[in-house]
């Protein structure tokens, strides 16, 4: 049954967000291909529904969408490959301390938590780490410093009563295609 309600959601979606011409648009354009609409739904028995579905709407919805391009560069000129990328980039510091050692290792990982709770958009961006006797918090993967610099001042607007410990700071950054 969440199949076929999965189908004919898909189908609906489909229909619904292709523009439907009016006789006027279909006059003015013709070299475009005209999209028909779903013309009949109906409930039959057992609760089977059956949609008469036009061959060039099925067309659409069997066609893959065309792949994006996936390579972007860097400030080097250098091309970014399909896959795992680590590059020269820029991440936000939250946090770096060493002082008080027994409580270091929970302050910073409380840090990153109430980050990751209110932005999630940072989740699998947030690296704690130690270098002894310092331990580190960071946020992102920044390839350029004005992208740096937006989410800083996001993260400070967010957390005023340690935004005068954030700073960015150059990183080995990933960069996933």
């Known amino acids: 049954m969440r199949f076929k309600a999965l189908i004919i959601t898909g189908i609906l979606a489909a229909a619904i967000s292709q523009p439907l011409m009016t006789a006027a648009q279909s ?8 999209i ?3 013309e009949k739904i109906t409930e039959e028995s057992e609760g089977n529904i059956m949609i008469d579905v036009p061959n060039d709407i099925l067309q659409l919805l069997i066609t893959p969408p065309a792949a994006p391009q996936r390579n972007v560069q860097t400030k ?3 091309t970014l490959k399909p896959g795992i990328n680590r590059i020269k980039g820029f991440r ?7 002082r008080n050692q ?3 290792e929970s302050r910073v990982k409380m840090r990153a938590n109430a980050i990751s709770a209110r932005f999630p958009k940072y989740r699998g961006q947030i690296y704690t780490f130690s270098n002894s006797p310092n331990w580190y918090c960071r946020v992102g993967n920044f390839q350029t410093q004005q992208e740096a610099s937006a989410a ?3 993260l400070k ?13 150059n990183s080995q ?3 996933i295609l």
């Open 27 to 34: 006059a003015s354009s013709a070299s475009e291909p005209q």
């Open 36 to 38: 028909n609409a779903i």
């Open 76 to 78: 080097k000129h250098s």
């Open 92 to 98: 936000v510091q939250v946090f770096a301390d060493g």
């Open 102 to 104: 027994s409580t270091l």
């Open 152 to 154: 800083l001042a996001e």
């Open 157 to 169: 607007r967010a957390f005023p009563a340690f935004a005068g410990e954030m700073r960015i700071v």
């Open 173 to 175: 950054i990933v960069v």
